[in-house]
């Protein structure tokens, strides 16, 4: 088995154990089957937007999404060994649109981006970058997705390559998350929100839209959750500012 280099990424639905003390497995698979229906056609139109052009045939279909219980794996292989702008957009997208259903469902998470080599293929999917994408994802101390130190070197070296500037990509922001045990550290974090809802209801009151995603299906929500509401909130507000 040949080695790839792509992209990944991994998220972790919080209070998913809470839930389904409270809930059935059923009422959880229904809501996944929700988040996922039609995902891939959303992203395609996303890229399309961004592009001004059509997904080229195949690029959408070639992210795999695994889920299994309350963790969601993406990877996305590079063509002829590298990653482009297209890609990053299209694996970015995927995870953003994912994080917003997921959270409009009652199911807030957080989650990691990681590039690098990997295996894939007749049931393995191991590599260094999973390895770093969960470690950082358990540090997180908000429902947020963040990238990898690396992953965003990579990033910039290849949308530099392609000549695209970053900041053409309005989701994401640098932002000092708050990781466990009181640390924090400058990461690059992708919000849910579209820059196209600022000023809409989706944005005035991310308080109460964070508390119910954390809140929802009779969950119970311990004083250990309280900072990650807290710090969730603190996020998205930071980045509703930064992109007014």
Known sequence: MEATNG??????ILGY????????????????TKVFS?????????????????????RVERVVIQTLSDSIIFHLPGERGATSVADWVTLLQAVRI??????????????????GEYFFGNGFLVGRPFMDAFRLTQSLEFAGVVLTPNALTQL???????????????????????LKDGREQKL?????????????????????????SFWHHQKDVP???????????KFLTY??????
């Not at 980045?239 to 007014?244: G, K, L, S, T, V």
Request: a positive charge.
């Open 7 to 12: 992209i990944i990424a991994f998220l972790d």
């Open 17 to 32: 154990q809470n839930f389904i003390d409270n809930n059935s497995v059923e009422k959880a698979v229904d809501i996944l």
């Open 38 to 58: 039609g995902l891939k056609e959303a992203v395609a139109e996303d890229y399309k937007n961004w592009f001004k052009s059509p997904a080229p045939i195949g």
């Open 98 to 115: 994912t994080q917003r259903r997921l959270f409009e469902n009652g199911f807030p998470a957080r989650g990691t981006v990681a590039s």
């Open 156 to 178: 910039k070296s290849d949308w530099k390559r392609d000549r695209f500037a970053l900041e053409r990509f309005r989701g994401g922001v640098e932002f000092l998350a708050p």
């Open 188 to 212: 690059y974090c992708i919000s849910p929100l579209r820059q196209s809802e600022i000023g809409t209801d989706a944005c005035r009151d991310v308080d109460a839209m964070v508390r119910r």
């Open 223 to 233: 004083a250990s959750v309280d900072i990650k509401v807290h710090n969730t909130i």
């Open 239 to 244: 980045w509703i500012y930064r992109r007014e």
